[in-house]
């Protein structure tokens, strides 16, 4: 549940200039609060709370936007190909912002890795950062990414240049391999998601 600490009265007017409807508190210490897709806020004296399934549909409107981010992401196959999942993980230095877990049905590995980057550099882009430093314990996919190595299935090829697209969202942006215990958390996403399929 993300605290967002600001002028509850910009934030509001942030919202308002998004289009967002904005409702009158339910009780006396709630000053106002909002719902957009699954997510609901509500402000206080000098915070915003945020609760749902998906923060993001409020929290990317509701941040100062710019800053700079930590992305971590990792898939993985059962199989390969076979039953996959993607894990993404986003870190300031206020901590974990946003993460998420998901199946995709069948892939490779590569396709799985591709993907949790796409959706990561997705989320980023959303939450409005103009600075990534991505990172992956996929060597092949950080080097393809880099230009380091040849991307020979079409398939890879087309992710890459999706990824390149999304990169071009920001002012800056590093992409490196790290071991998969650094890459831990986004690790344990896939799992969890493959388990619970």
């Known amino acids: 549940m993300p605290v967002i600490e600001c002028d509850v009265e910009t934030a509001r007017a942030r919202l308002e200039e998004a289009g967002v409807s904005v409702e009158s508190g339910n009780t ?14 509500v402000a206080y004296d000098d915070k915003v709370v945020i609760q749902g399934s998906n923060p993001q549909d409020l929290e990317a409107l509701l941040r100062e936007s710019g800053g700079r981010a930590h992305v971590y992401f990792d898939g993985g196959s059962r199989g390969n190909p076979g039953p996959a999942a993607i894990g993404w993980v986003i870190v300031t230095g206020d901590g974990i912002v946003a993460e998420d877990g998901e199946t ?5 590995n590569n396709q799985a890795e591709y993907e949790a980057l796409i959706a990561g550099l997705k989320a980023a882009r959303d939450y409005g950062y103009d600075e990534v430093h991505i990172r992956g314990d996929s060597e092949l996919i950080v080097k393809q990414v880099r230009g380091e190595y040849d991307t020979n299935n079409p398939e890879l090829r087309e992710k890459r240049v999706t990824v390149h697209e999304l990169l071009g969202a920001f002012d800056e942006w590093t992409l490196e391999y790290v071991p998969r215990e650094v890459n831990e958390r986004a690790d344990g996403l ?3 998601a493959l388990d619970a399929a």
């Open 28 to 41: 006396d210490h709630e000053r106002w609060r909002v719902s957009r897709g699954s997510a609901t806020a």
């Open 104 to 108: 995709i049905g069948t892939a490779t």
């Open 190 to 192: 896939v799992n969890e």
